[in-house]
C-alpha cells in the first residue's frame, strides 16, 4: 500500500478523542467461570442477505473456533446494526450475547448499565495492554474499565466511485474528483451520459445525518461545541445547497432520495450509482453482500475546505451482554479474540484467516486504520502482502492521502439523536424544491439540542 504508515499513526492517535462527560454506573465483577463448562454462545454473525461464500467462510471460522475450544458451541445470527431498531433489539433481549456497536453508541451503554464489563476478561489476553489508546477509550467508562472492545471497520469515510460509469460518461477513472465543483461537474457528466445517479446521499435511519456530518466537517464545520448544538453553521448549510444543486439545477442524483446503508451499497454495487460517500471498508460488505465487480470500483479522498477541514472516523466495537454469566463472558472474549482481533496480533492467525477468505472469495485487504500500534499495524500487513486481493492499484488516491488528513470523531454527545435530526432535512432538500435551508436547520437544531441536554 503507498502511503506513510507513520502519518496513519499520527492521524489515528492525534484524531480520535472523545469528548463526552457521560457518568457510567459501575459493575460488580461476575463469579469466576467455570473452564470445563459447556457453554452455548450466540453471537453476531453476518449481515443479512450475505452471499453463500461468506457465509462458508463465517461456517469455518466457527468450526476451527470450536475445535480450539470444544467446551464452546457458536451459534452466529445474522444481524444489521441499525440507530432505529437497535435500541429496541436491546432491550427486549433479541440481541445475541455478543454483539457489536459503532463506537458512537460504546458510552451512554455503558452509563446506562446496558453493556458488561468486560475489563477482567479482556486481561486475559497477552495484548491486552496494546491497543491504540485513543481507539481503547470509546468503549472505557468513567472507572477505567473496558466494556466494549475495538473489534473492526476502524475507518475514515471516503468517496466511492463507479470507475466503469466515469469511463462510459468520458470520464478518466483514473483521476478521481478532488473538489466538490470536481465532484458536481463529474455527477452531471454521468447522469446526462449514462441515465443513472452522478451522486447519490443517504437520507434515512440516522444514515442522512451521519453523512451530512461527513460533508459538514469536510468544509470544516462541526455539529457540536461542548454541549452546545451548532447544526445552524454555515458548512452545513452549503452542504445542503450542494445537494439542493445537485438535485434540483442538475438534476444529476437520479430518483430514488431514500436510501439507507444497504440500499445505497446495493444500488452503488449494481452500477446506478457513480458516486457516494462511505467509510473506507465498505469494500468488504460490497463483496460479501453486493456482488461487485472489483474492476468497476474506485476509492478516493472526499474533497476537503477549509482551515479546520476534517475526515470523519469511527468503527465498530464488540460488546457482551449484562445478562451473560461468568461462563459466558469468558467465552465471548475468546470468541472476540479469535474472531476480531488475534489476527493482527498473530502472524499464523493472520494467515489461516486470510487464507479462509480467499478460499471463499472474499476480500483481504481492505484498508482500515489500526487499532493497535503502528509497529503492529505494519506487520500485519506484512503477513497477509503475498494474500491481498483488494484492488489496491484503484483506492490510492485515498490510501495515500487519508493519513495526512486531520480524522474527526462523530459528534460526542447524543450521537445518534443529533444524526436523526438532521434525516429529515436531508430528505426535505431533496424532494421539495422551495425546501428553506435555513428553517430546516434551526428546526432540527432545536431538537437535537434537546436531546443533548437530556443526554447531558
Not at 465543483?181 to 455527477?187: G, Q, S, W
Not at 445552524?232 to 446503508?261: C, E, I, V
Amino acid at each position: 500500500m503507498k502511503y506513510s504508515r507513520t502519518r496513519m499513526a499520527l492521524a489515528i492517535a492525534g484524531a480520535l478523542a472523545l469528548t463526552s462527560t457521560l457518568v457510567a454506573c459501575g459493575s460488580d465483577e461476575d463469579t469466576k467461570a467455570d473452564s470445563n463448562a459447556k457453554v452455548t454462545l450466540n453471537v453476531v454473525g453476518l449481515l443479512p442477505g450475505a452471499k453463500p461464500e461468506a457465509q462458508q467462510a463465517l461456517a469455518a471460522e466457527v468450526a476451527d473456533f470450536q475445535k480450539e475450544n470444544p467446551n464452546i458451541t457458536v451459534v452466529t445470527k445474522d444481524y444489521e446494526w441499525k440507530a432505529t431498531t437497535f435500541a429496541a433489539d436491546l432491550a427486549g433481549g433479541t440481541l445475541p450475547v455478543v454483539f457489536e456497536i459503532p463506537f458512537t453508541d460504546a458510552k451512554t451503554l455503558i452509563a446506562n448499565g446496558q453493556i458488561a464489563d468486560m475489563q477482567s476478561n479482556l486481561d486475559t489476553l497477552s495484548y491486552a495492554k496494546n491497543f491504540n489508546p485513543n481507539v481503547l477509550q470509546y468503549g472505557q467508562g468513567p472507572d477505567g474499565h473496558t466494556y466494549a472492545i475495538p473489534a473492526k471497520s476502524v475507518y475514515a469515510v471516503g468517496l466511492h466511485y463507479n470507475r466503469d460509469l466515469f469511463t462510459k460518461a468520458g470520464l478518466d477513472p483514473a483521476k478521481p474528483p478532488t473538489t466538490w465543483d470536481e465532484v458536481r461537474t463529474a455527477a452531471k457528466a454521468i447522469a446526462e451520459k449514462t441515465q443513472q445517479a452522478g451522486f447519490a446521499q443517504m437520507a434515512k435511519d440516522g444514515t442522512g445525518g451521519w453523512q451530512l456530518t461527513v460533508d459538514t466537517y469536510a468544509r470544516g464545520g462541526r455539529l457540536e461545541d461542548g454541549k452546545k448544538a451548532t447544526l445552524t453553521n454555515d458548512a452545513t448549510k452549503a452542504s445542503l445547497q450542494f445537494l439542493k444543486d445537485l438535485r434540483w439545477t442538475d438534476n444529476s442524483m437520479g430518483a430514488n432520495f431514500d436510501y439507507d446503508w444497504t440500499g445505497i451499497n446495493q444500488a452503488f454495487a449494481a452500477g446506478k450509482i457513480g458516486m457516494y460517500t462511505s467509510g473506507q471498508d465498505v469494500y468488504t460488505s460490497l463483496v460479501q453482500t453486493n456482488n461487485i465487480d472489483p474492476k468497476t470500483y474506485g476509492l478516493t479522498m472526499i474533497p476537503l475546505t477549509g482551515s479546520d477541514a476534517g475526515v470523519l472516523g469511527g468503527g465498530t466495537m464488540a460488546g457482551v451482554s449484562t445478562k451473560a454469566s461468568a461462563n459466558e463472558k469468558a467465552a465471548a472474549i475468546k470468541w472476540i479474540d479469535y474472531h476480531y482481533l488475534r489476527k493482527y496480533t498473530n502472524q499464523d492467525a493472520a494467515k489461516k484467516n486470510a487464507e479462509i477468505q480467499i478460499a471463499s472469495k472474499q476480500p483481504v485487504g481492505t484498508p482500515e486504520l489500526p487499532i493497535f500500534s503502528q509497529q503492529q499495524y505494519e506487520t500485519y500487513q506484512g503477513w497477509i502482502k503475498p494474500l491481498v486481493n483488494v484492488p489496491l492499484d484503484q483506492m490510492t488516491t485515498f490510501t495515500g492521502k487519508v493519513f495526512q488528513a486531520k480524522v474527526v470523531n462523530e459528534p460526542a454527545i447524543a450521537t445518534q439523536d443529533v444524526y436523526k435530526s438532521l434525516d429529515s432535512v436531508v430528505q426535505a432538500v431533496l424532494t421539495d424544491k422551495n425546501a428553506n435551508i435555513d428553517q430546516l436547520l434551526t428546526d432540527a437544531n432545536t431538537k437535537a439540542q434537546r436531546a443533548i441536554d437530556s443526554a447531558g
